[in-house]
């Protein structure tokens, strides 16, 4: 699936903002290094109203004063812009003009049957509801993920149109400057389970990336939890050696207090009994210890997956009404002398929507499989080259 | 709204799958848009906007076109290495080159683009002790990065300086430890990464509790004794990449020890962090290097003078090893030109009232003022009229480590009529410039101490004489290295001179030949001198022990061929890592991408 988000070079800034800046009625007066840029007090935007120098590209600004700002992919300004921009208009519609080529499947593509003609005729219009999601993946081992999707669902019937999707990021990319465009007729009524599906579909685009993320996550917590545990490993046998140092120290003074004098003996016993509670104070961060060990130390197990844990945040961000048309296409394909004309299901927008398969051995026609020969309906490579 | 997706992945043998939570953040805003009956603008501008807020700022190594191209010379392999581990490794990078491919390039193409960027406040380089002042040069004159080495007068501590290139022992003794560790570093960069490899050292654990944003560690061999090392290495920059130890041996390491398995997938998980350019792809096309090696013997005046110098150096040592410095000073000028032994001699006369061998230094001088002819300012003759007739503009240049003796040569060979150029320590780096510019301009000899350093480009000039040899091999091939480098496109033409039955001699033949040094690339030869320096002795050290402590002619041949020997086993070590590097990595796509 292709990404939405689109590289952000000087050109495109330059492109999208004169673009921007014209649409709100501002002036533009170009140099080589510079544009001077005259806001009228009428425009309906933050910035504010008057002149302004903008600086193409990075480097010292000429100026420290207000009216001087830079135009590179990172500069406040451009930022603000896009920001401007992207609230402005979050819905809206667009439409997919059928008049543009019509798009060949790849089983004829990859083939030597060639097209003589196609015709379109498109006998419904359709709307579909393109959603671009901002889909944001966290996780304390990774650094934050994000990317921008776009889903396309036919409004009537929920379909998922993933080709459509694709043609609605062509025509909006950064070069496009004008599209058919108007209001969405949708209520919210009407989008909102769209909106729903879309959810469902966007989540399973982006499975593949989140699982490859997810076991990211899973060994950075497990490589933690085991750095963990050789450590508690490594506290226990200091533990032990401790324990066994006191165990010692209190026999040698209980020897004392058998063999010594008076004096001796009551110093011993003094010692010994401070040594003793040292020594169970020891033996139950022992016990407790080996305990948490043998447990496989759960909380801090819990603890750590936790902070290691996946949090996946889908924001949807534009939602476009967009009219396609659907009908047939009649194609006409030849292969040396032969010719036969092939009427299929077709979307403006979204291609062919039929598959077909081949007339002998029933097989669904493909890329890796296309058609071969068009004497005796339709028949795929294979069986064409078995013959 | 909330949901909360109950994963049923596939179990991958060895960890436990950590939760995973999907929150749907509310539509108001759509709907709220959907009801208004006119939008305030363009829908399509909109969708442009976010489209273009959710791209990448325009990924490009910016800092390139500042660069000057006569100081550096960039490699596609280079450019493309410095670009993944900045912008596709999100700046924690093992940058893994074959030997000799210019891994220090593609760091400083790194240090530069985040100095351009403004991301890299304090920068910390650590490297192998006999490296940091080569990074330095090379950094200054390639680069235009100022870095303060930790053998800087200047330097003070690890908190002093934002900008440090440190040996790492020194950064990990015990006077220092607690200062580098306190700080928070914006880059790490650490050469020869190798050595960290073992995870009791304290080297290990000094870069393990560092703390950075950003770090590029460079080594030709990841893996030194076992596949685990490559583990650790790893780790250090990507704790969790390969999960536990465990997982990693049980899922990648074949029970020998000797092969990996699951290559795909160790593949792609290591081309998260690792480049790893082979020679064989890249297009580096070194041209051929021809070593001529010139003994000569010494006139019956030269001779005595040696010996009379020599037993001197040895008799002086035996009573008092503080000398040391000065008396291998000595040892070394007596080889390279009377003129220079005459100038130390005369400061330790006049300086030192109190000297004990004063006597023993006052006849060396009488021995010096004999001598008439010097045998290898003569046989430097040979050589240069040689490459007047045949080389373009006539150019050689000369090295020497003596200012002295690069004095007379000046004086000599103008006085032939040869255009002369001197480069030395004493001038500012635009003088030094200039040098360079009329040198290739006009022709001729250029004259050179040992100031020539890194990060000059010489490769105009295909003929190089060594009229001295520092005892330092690393020295020798940095000679070379200015002339012999990408871009040289003739073949290089090396001419050692020295005096038969003398220490240079020894040195020459005993040594350098042996280890093949004259053929060794600068990578090659830190290998194999970083194996010996972990051994506590510097190579001047031991020449000059052997040479002092040996009690006949027959012993200190001895004791260099042990020498030799010890040295051909560290380039024999060095030489089969490579080989277990290339072969453990055969077939990993881990250098530049196709696309
Ligand atoms: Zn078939």
């Known amino acids: ?387 | 709204m909330y949901i909360t997706h109950t994963c049923l992945y596939e179990r991958m043998s060895g960890y436990d799958l950590v939760d995973i939570e999907v929150t749907h953040e509310s539509a108001d805003d759509l709907f709220d848009s959907l009801s208004e009956d006119s939008n305030r603008g363009d829908h399509l501008q909109s969708i442009q906007a976010v489209r273009l807020q959710a791209g990448q700022p325009d990924s490009e190594l910016r800092s390139l076109k500042e660069l000057d191209e006569n100081s550096v010379k960039l490699l596609e392999h280079q450019v493309d290495a410095a670009y993944r581990a900045l912008f596709e490794m999100d700046g924690k990078a093992l940058l893994a080159d074959e030997v000799g491919l210019g891994k220090t390039i593609e760091v400083g193409m790194i240090l530069k683009e985040m100095h351009f960027r403004q991301t890299d406040e304090s920068v910390l380089i650590l490297t192998p002790a006999q490296l940091a002042k080569q990074w330095q040069a090379e950094l200054r004159e390639k680069f235009g990065l100022d870095f303060v080495c930790n053998y800087d007068d200047e330097f003070e501590d690890f908190d002093a300086h934002d900008y440090i290139i440190a040996s790492i022992d020194t950064a990990k003794s015990e006077r220092h430890r607690e200062t580098v560790l306190k700080r928070n570093w914006d880059v790490l960069v650490l050469d020869e990464a190798h050595y960290v490899k073992n995870e009791e050292t304290d080297r290990y654990d000094l870069i393990d509790q560092l703390s950075y944003n950003y770090a590029f560690f460079l080594t030709a061999t990841p893996i030194q004794n076992e596949l685990t090392d490559l583990y650790n290495v790893v780790s250090l920059l990507r704790p969790g990449l390969f999960g536990t130890r465990d997982v990693f041996h049980h899922y990648f390491v074949n029970s020998n020890q000797e092969t990996l398995v699951n290559r795909d997938e160790l593949q792609d998980r290591l081309n998260k962090v690792m480049v790893r350019n082979r020679r064989e792809d890249t297009d580096i096309d070194f041209t051929d290097r021809t070593i001529d090696t010139r003994t000569f013997d010494p006139t019956p005046k030269e001779r005595e003078l040696y010996q009379a110098v020599s037993n001197y150096v040895k008799g002086a040592y035996s009573q008092d090893q503080g000398q040391k410095l000065v008396l291998m000073l000595l040892q070394k000028e007596v080889v390279s030109s009377p003129v220079a032994l005459k100038q130390t001699i005369e400061k330790r006369l006049y300086e030192q009232s109190e000297l004990t061998h004063a006597d023993e230094l006052e006849s060396i001088l009488d021995l010096i003022d004999e001598i008439d002819t010097v045998t290898k300012q003569e046989r430097l003759l040979d050589i240069v009229e040689e490459a007047r007739d045949t080389v373009e503009m006539g150019r050689v240049i000369v090295f020497t480590q003596f200012r002295a003796t690069q004095q007379q040569i000046l004086d000599r060979l103008a006085s032939e009529g040869y255009t002369v150029h001197a480069f030395h320590g004493g001038h500012s780096s635009s003088e030094k410039e200039q040098i360079v510019e009329d040198f290739e301009e006009e022709g001729g000899i250029l004259v050179s101490t040992d100031a020539m350093s890194e990060g000059r480009n010489l490769q105009f000039c295909n003929i190089l004489v060594n009229l001295d040899l520092p005892w330092n091999p690393m020295r020798v091939e940095q000679r070379i290295g200015r002339v012999h480098r990408i871009g040289q496109k003739r073949d290089v033409f090396i001419f050692n001179m020295a005096l038969n039955d003398t220490v240079e001699e020894y040195v020459l033949e005993r040594l350098y030949h042996k280890i093949d040094l004259f053929q060794q690339s600068v990578g090659e030869l830190s290998s194999i001198l970083s194996r010996l320096e972990e051994s506590g002795t510097s190579f001047e050290d031991e020449i000059f022990e052997r040479l002092v402590n040996a009690g006949s002619e027959v012993d200190l041949e001895n004791d260099f061929d042990a020498m030799a020997v010890d040295l051909q086993e560290q380039r024999d070590l060095a030489n089969k890592l490579e080989e277990f590097n290339s072969g453990v990595f055969e077939g990993f796509d881990l250098g530049e991408s196709d696309d």
């Open chain 1, 1 to 387: 699936m292709t990404d939405a988000a689109v590289p952000v070079t000087q050109s495109a800034v330059e492109q999208f903002t004169e673009r921007y800046l014209r649409s709100l009625g501002c002036s533009i007066e170009h140099s080589d290094d510079y544009w001077v840029v005259s806001v009228p007090d009428t425009t309906d935007t933050e910035i504010p109203h008057g002149k302004h120098t903008l600086v193409r590209g990075e480097g010292a600004p000429d100026g420290d004063d207000d009216s001087t700002k830079r135009l590179h992919p990172e500069s406040a300004f451009f930022q603000r812009l896009l920001r401007e921009a992207a609230e402005r208009s979050p819905t809206g519609k667009l439409s997919i003009e059928s008049e543009s080529d019509i798009e060949t499947p790849k089983w004829i593509q990859r083939s030597d049957v060639e097209v003589q003609n196609a015709q379109f005729v498109p006998y419904y219009d359709r709307t579909a509801a393109v959603v671009l999601f901002r889909v944001g993946i966290e996780t304390v081992s990774e650094y934050q993920k994000e990317f921008l999707r776009a889903v396309a669902v036919d409004s009537r019937s929920e379909e998922h149109l993933p080709r459509l999707a694709e043609s609605f990021l062509e025509l909006t990319s950064v070069e496009s400057s004008e599209a058919p465009s108007g209001s969405a007729e949708l209520t919210q009524t009407e989008a909102r389970p769209l909106l729903d599906t879309a959810r469902e579909l966007v989540i399973n685009e982006i499975q593949d990336r989140l699982d490859e993320i997810h076991r990211e996550a899973s060994r950075a917590a497990d490589s933690e939890v085991e750095e963990y545990r050789q450590l508690q490993e490594h506290r226990i046998t200091e533990l032990q050696e401790e324990h066994s140092n006191l165990s010692a120290k209190i026999n040698d003074l209980s020897e004392q207090i058998n063999t010594g004098d008076e004096d001796s003996r009551v110093q011993a016993l003094r010692e010994r009994k401070e040594l003793k509670s040292e020594y169970e104070e020891l033996n139950e961060t022992l016990n407790e210890l080996r305990e948490r060990r043998d447990g496989g130390f759960p909380e801090r197990q819990r603890e750590i997956r936790e902070r290691h844990s996946l949090d996946v945040q889908v924001t949807p961000l534009t939602l476009t009404e967009v009219e396609y048309e659907r009908g047939e296409v009649d194609f006409e394909l030849t292969n040396g002398s032969r010719g036969q004309t092939v009427t299929l299901g077709y979307g403006s927008g979204i291609g062919v929507t039929e598959t077909v398969r081949c007339a002998s051995c029933d097989q669904e026609l493909s890329e890796q499989d296309p058609v071969q020969k068009i004497s005796n309906g339709l028949e795929c490579q294979r069986c064409a080259k078995e013959r």
